[in-house]
């Protein structure tokens, strides 16, 4: 697949059989895919501080958070060694509607200037339609204008891909939560609608424990989150006031 699309599905290495049930939902599928193994500790090119998480994030990540974290960064990286143009990027926990992936890893992402679009997501948010009938007719391309949560799975090209690389080189809080941060590091949370995937009710390789009550919040992550919102406020508002200015000036 040189050049095209590849399709990689996030899976520990020893899950044999959760690779054995993704493969058996798989049977359908029309286009080529691999599974990409993923890590159990934090890679070596990523900055944790556990101190700054605690600011960041009002609580330090659990092992299988980093092993997440890190095995999507690796992804990126492995993308950005490859010759493909852009990755299908899956879980192993996901039911793929296969003739619509087909459709969508036909699609040039990167020439249309989308390089990260999510195929699905773990909630609702405000959003707006960023693009009708796209990449083909049936889809529906939307910005999402909060958190969405989960790499449950999506595309991402090689700018892309750089692109992330930069904005989670420093271990903050949860790969979901920062790939969300569309104020923070400037790359739109776009979605496709409806979701070519769903996710299944295996449990996660995770933990449930990461969602334990977090501690009361520090003065410094209090002043954190205070400065937070209001940047993310102040993007949001630069974008209704674009919007707003293309309506009235098409």
């Known amino acids: 697949m040189g050049g095209g699309t590849d399709i990689v599905v996030l ?8 690779r054995d049930q993704f493969a058996g939902r798989a049977s359908a599928a029309t ?15 990523l900055i944790h501080d556990p101190d700054r998480l605690a600011v960041t994030h009002g609580r330090t990540l659990r092992p299988g958070e980093l092993g997440c974290y890190s095995s ?23 039911i793929a509607d296969w003739q619509k992936l087909a459709r969508i890893a036909e699609h040039d992402f990167a020439a249309d200037g989308y390089h990260y679009v999510r195929l699905y997501q773990k909630q609702p948010s405000r959003q707006a339609i960023e693009r009708k009938a796209y990449p083909s007719r049936g889809f529906t391309l939307v910005r999402a204008l909060g958190k969405v949560w989960g790499t449950q799975g999506y595309v991402v090209t090689r ?17 979901d939560d920062q790939m969300d941060r569309f104020w923070e590091h400037g790359i739109p949370t776009l979605s496709l609608h409806p979701f070519p995937i769903i996710e299944t009710d295996a449990a996660s390789s995770i933990g449930d424990e990461r969602f334990e009550p977090r501690p009361a919040a520090t003065p410094a992550r209090k002043a954190f989150m205070k400065a937070d919102y209001a940047r993310r406020r102040r993007v949001l508002a630069r974008f209704y006031l674009r919007r ?3 309506r009235l000036f098409p």
């Open 72 to 94: 999507h960064y690796a992804i990126w990286r492995d993308l950005l060694a490859s010759d493909a143009r852009q990755y299908i990027v899956l879980e192993d926990d996901i």
């Open 31 to 45: 286009v080529p895919w691999r599974f990409f193994d993923a890590h159990t500790a934090l890679d070596p090119d």
């Open 11 to 18: 899976s520990m290495a020893n899950a044999a059989d959760r």
């Open 244 to 246: 707003a200015a293309k």
């Open 159 to 175: 700018t892309g891909a750089a692109a992330l690389m930069r904005a989670c080189r420093h271990v903050e809080r949860p790969i």
